[in-house]
């Protein structure tokens, strides 16, 4: 069972565009939402979180939306860079059992010069 | 400076043999966790430590085992009864609930 579900394998956007990544997640004991940027055979970087307290956070390119009604997170990347293409994965986490931490499968960004 | 070091980078095994890989951290962090990473998948978890002496097993953790005796330390040992142990394992750390996980940079295993 997916718990965390990222339902794009790939998205493919135009420089100076903006990118749209879109998040899914289905256990209501989530609360606490991060996305990262991965190389292949690096490991991931963080980019950006969100609280389930907050709605939305931005840090300067990056913005991510909560919605929590919907189970649904965003990440949107304005404006896009040829060096934002990469794969993100979105990660969200539950305070019982321990800070376990699920990720999604990835959607794999291809920003185009 | 800080962080956390997965050693070594590439590991060779024969099928049969159990294998221990290494994750280090100078971060202070609590918390630590595995993860795998298959071809064109995402990060699976395999097990994850809130505090020493305590682990949870994550949503893959059949065929593995591991052990959290120091705050810093916190090795994955890939037994033979592992279906496909050839992989991608990364090891991570946070300091609190409200922090990112930092990542180490992986170690492909390969077992043949």
């Known amino acids: 069972d997916q718990q965390v579900k990222q339902n794009s394998p790939s998205l493919s956007v135009q420089e100076g565009r903006i990118s749209i990544l879109n998040c899914d997640y289905t256990?209501?004991?989530?609360?606490?939402f991060l996305w990262y940027k991965k190389y292949p055979a690096e490991g991931p970087t963080f980019l950006i979180s969100?609280?389930?307290?907050?709605d939305k956070n931005e840090d300067g390119r990056f913005t991510v939306f909560l919605n929590k009604s919907a189970k649904h997170l965003s990440l949107h990347i304005v404006p896009s860079q040829p060096g934002d293409s990469a794969v993100y994965f979105c990660?969200?986490?539950?305070?019982?059992?321990?800070?376990?931490?699920?990720f999604g499968a990835g959607t794999r960004l291809f920003v185009k010069a | 400076d800080g962080g956390i070091t997965q050693s070594p980078k590439y590991l060779f095994r024969k099928e049969g043999q159990n294998v221990t890989l290494s994750c280090e951290q100078n971060?202070?962090?609590?918390?630590m966790y595995w993860y795998r990473q298959d071809p064109g998948q995402g990060l699976r978890l395999i097990y994850y430590?809130?505090?020493?002496?305590?682990?949870q097993k994550g949503d893959i953790a059949e065929g593995y085992s591991v052990s959290r005796e120091k705050k810093e330390s916190f090795p994955l040992t890939v037994t033979s009864a592992q279906k496909n142990p050839t992989a991608f394992y990364l090891c991570?750390?946070?300091?609190?609930?409200?922090?990112?996980?930092?990542f180490g940079n992986g170690t492909r295993l390969t077992v043949t």
């Open positions: 990660a969200a986490s539950a305070r019982t059992g321990g800070f376990k931490t699920i």
């Open positions: 971060l202070n962090h609590d918390a």
């Open positions: 256990n209501s004991m989530f609360d606490y």
């Open positions: 991570a750390s946070r300091t609190d609930y409200n922090s990112p996980l930092h």
């Open positions: 430590s809130q505090i020493v002496n305590d682990f």
């Open positions: 969100i609280s389930s307290i907050k």
